[in-house]
């Protein structure tokens, strides 16, 4: 028998393969004395291919320096707070299409998933007077019910993902033009949906929650730095927990700080202050799915399943049900992500979650670190990408630019991340990895 509980959560036996570095597992599988002796295996393991979300962490760090430095108004709190906003439906939607793109899948239809669960959701609301949590979960069980179809013509008949999703992609359009018309459109006016995108937390509140999620950090770090210690299991330097302490500690409580500031165009008039609400939104969602895929069976029978499938499924993993719960999931998501679009933009129309919306995704997932081909990636991917793909508009907005230079700029990124994804892979089967 198999066993997939290892004390490193990794695979052992026929399902092994996909364990490689950055697949998601614990990586912590050689004993570091020291940050140096850490440094250098991370410089091993990116010589070997194992780039994670170090291009698209350089490539923020390039476009911040840029805008920055060609707009004074790029890093006021005011447009970082506009910037969290915009990347936060991308950012989920491209959560979801993780675990597809983990199978080497594809889901097409997820964008006009996420409008057609916002319709849902409005009319629930507008034509049948529900609670707004009522009319929540009708739209994520709608992106469910679809994610279920869609997993289930796939891992059952066989069918290629991208045939059954473009054709789910084709249908869906009509749920929105039929309830709503065309050039119609609902307003997404709720005061709690609405308030995503133009309420902030309250600032007491926001300081009270980056404490927690710090403290929360540091004592799972350092009550697992202990355990593995005590047990004789491999585990990072102190010096190196406390340091990732202290990064944590001074990002969170930096952007606590910043936005808590008053970021009012007229700060003698009013006051808008405190983390916007879609902020949490996506925090809780990142720190659940991270915690599903890494410290869950699913979570390794996910990776197992895109790394090798036929080895999973003689390792006695259930391929078929591993697949559909992964579509059920990027559908969820993109319900999810459908509301948070409708909640920015305060209305869903027939063209809702349309146009670029999927590529958008896709390429938040790509770009973050997701491999195209399976077995690789993180929900914290989703999370950089988005927040790369969200920058470039932000910041060639700034700047005035003609909009098709928005599409030649983040067509330029995706290919660039494609390519990276693409040698890294070869690196890797060099390295036998």
């Known amino acids: 028998m198999t066993d997939f509980d290892t004390p490193h959560g990794d695979l052992t036996g026929p399902a092994a393969a996909p364990q ?22 991370y410089l091993n393991r990116l010589r070997g291919g194992d780039m994670g979300s170090l291009p698209a962490i350089l490539g923020l760090i390039v476009l911040f320096v840029v805008f920055s430095s060609l707009h004074d108004r790029f890093l006021t709190t005011y447009n970082m707070a506009n910037l969290v906003i915009q990347a936060g439906s991308i950012c989920v939607l491209a959560m979801g299409l993780v675990f597809v793109l983990l199978l080497g899948e594809i889901d097409l239809s997820a964008g006009v998933t996420g409008g057609a669960a916002a319709t849902i959701t409005a009319l629930a609301m507008i034509d049948y007077g529900h609670p707004w949590w009522l009319a929540t979960l009708a739209g994520i069980a709608f992106g469910a019910v679809i994610g279920l179809a869609i997993g289930s013509l796939v891992a059952l008949l066989g069918i290629p993902s991208f045939v059954v999703s473009l054709a789910f992609f084709l249908a869906l359009q009509a749920v929105p033009l039929r309830l709503i018309g065309s050039g119609g459109s609902l ?7 609405r308030g995503l995108s133009i309420k902030n937390v309250p600032v007491t509140a926001g300081w009270i929650a980056a404490v927690a999620i710090v403290v929360a950090f540091a004592a799972l770090a350092l009550w697992r730095y202990r355990s593995r210690s005590a047990r ?11 340091l990732q302490i202290g990064v944590l500690a001074v990002i969170v409580l930096g952007l606590t700080a910043l936005l808590s500031s008053n970021r009012a165009p007229n700060p003698a ?68 992500s459908g509301l948070l679009a409708a909640s920015y933009t305060g209305k869903v129309s027939p063209g809702s979650g349309g146009g670029n919306v999927l590529l958008y995704a896709v390429g938040a997932a790509v770009i973050g670190g997701t491999s195209l081909f399976g077995g690789r990636g993180r929900a914290m991917d989703a999370v950089v990408g988005g927040l790369v793909i969200a920058t470039i508009p932000n910041g060639l907005g700034l700047l005035n630019q003609a909009s098709y230079i928005n599409y030649l700029v983040t067509g330029g990124v995706l290919l660039l991340a494609a390519s990276v994804d693409a040698v890294s892979r070869r690196r890797r089967s060099a390295a036998g990895v």
């Not at 004395?33 to 295996?41: C, E, V, W």
């Not at 307003?187 to 949906?193: C, P, S």
């Not at 609400?277 to 699913?298: E, G, H, Q, S």
């Open 269 to 336: 008039v009013f006051n808008i202050s405190g983390i916007p609400w879609v902020a949490p939104v996506v925090i809780a969602l990142l720190l659940f799915w991270t915690f599903v895929l890494k410290r869950t069976r699913f979570g390794r029978h996910l990776y197992a399943v895109g790394g090798n499938a036929e080895a999973a499924r003689r390792a006695g993993i259930n391929v078929t049900r591993v697949k559909i719960a992964a579509f059920v999931i990027g559908s969820s998501m993109a319900a999810v």
């Open 20 to 41: 490689a570095p950055g697949s998601g597992f614990d990586n912590d599988n050689r004993q570091a004395a020291t940050i140096g002796d850490s440094a250098r295996d």
């Open 187 to 193: 307003r997404f006016n709720d005061e709690v949906l």
């Open 232 to 242: 004789g299991l491999v585990h990072q330097p102190l010096a190196l927990v406390l």
